[in-house]
Structure formats: structure tokens, C-alpha cells
């Protein structure tokens, strides 16, 4: 069982950028795959980045690929998504997401069995 608490999240100007981190308590965190989510108003929850185990992999979804960049510290058990450039269209509540398990496809959300309580990223228009 791991517990992910998100944080870095509020209200930035377009073109502003914002970090936010998921730290994690519970078992070995550098055990886990890690995904970044995000949900805005009336829409579905959509894959915004994920990274592997030892950070070599990661991935990004199209839309926010070259200004977000997903990292992690397995020593302090974070995982952080350096967010810049940002739009109004990034205006959602992000979740970190991990799993133990490596089945699934990462960009899946079905494919995490943990989930943060989300983050509040505003981008007015």
C-alpha cells in the first residue's frame, strides 16, 4: 500500500509556470511506476505524463509535451511535474498515480491502483 499526497498546485497567468509534487508513504516507492493525471470540468481524466521506476523512462502526452517535464527522487519518494508555458486548456485537477504492477498501458488510467486527492492547476483565460 502506498498514500500519495499532491501539492503545487493554484492560479498562474498564461505562460507561467507551476511545479507540483507527489510525495509518497508507505512501501518502497522507487518500487512503483508513476503516472500524472488531470480532469477538468465535465470532461474525462486524461494521461498527462508518466515515469518508470528509475526515471530513465518517461513519456508525455502531445499536448503538453516540451513544456511539462516529469522527474523523480526516489531517495525523498517524490515525484514532480515541472509544468511551463502554461494555457488556460491546463486548467484541470492533477492526480499522481502509481502501481507496483507494470501490466496495463501506462497512459491507462485503469492501469494505477493508487491515486493522490488531486491538485487545483487554474490557467485563466
Not at 507551476?18 to 510525495?23: P, T, Y
Not at 516529469?70 to 514532480?80: F, G, P, Q
Request: hydrophobic share 30%.
Amino acid at each position: 500500500q502506498v498514500h500519495l499526497d499532491e501539492s503545487g498546485g493554484g492560479l498562474v497567468q498564461t505562460g507561467g509556470s507551476l511545479r507540483l509534487s507527489c510525495v509518497a508513504s508507505g512501501q518502497t516507492f522507487s518500487t512503483y511506476r508513476v503516472g500524472w493525471f488531470r480532469q477538468a470540468p465535465g470532461k474525462e481524466r486524461e494521461f498527462v505524463s508518466y515515469i518508470g521506476r528509475s526515471g530513465v523512462s518517461t513519456y508525455y502526452a502531445d499536448s503538453v509535451k516540451g513544456r511539462f517535464t516529469i522527474s523523480r527522487d526516489n531517495a525523498k519518494n517524490t515525484v514532480s511535474l515541472q509544468m511551463n508555458s502554461l494555457k488556460p486548456e491546463d486548467t484541470a485537477i492533477y492526480y499522481c498515480a502509481a502501481s507496483a504492477s507494470y501490466s496495463g498501458d501506462f497512459n491507462d488510467r485503469l492501469s494505477y491502483r493508487y491515486w493522490g486527492q488531486g491538485t487545483q492547476v487554474t490557467v485563466p483565460s
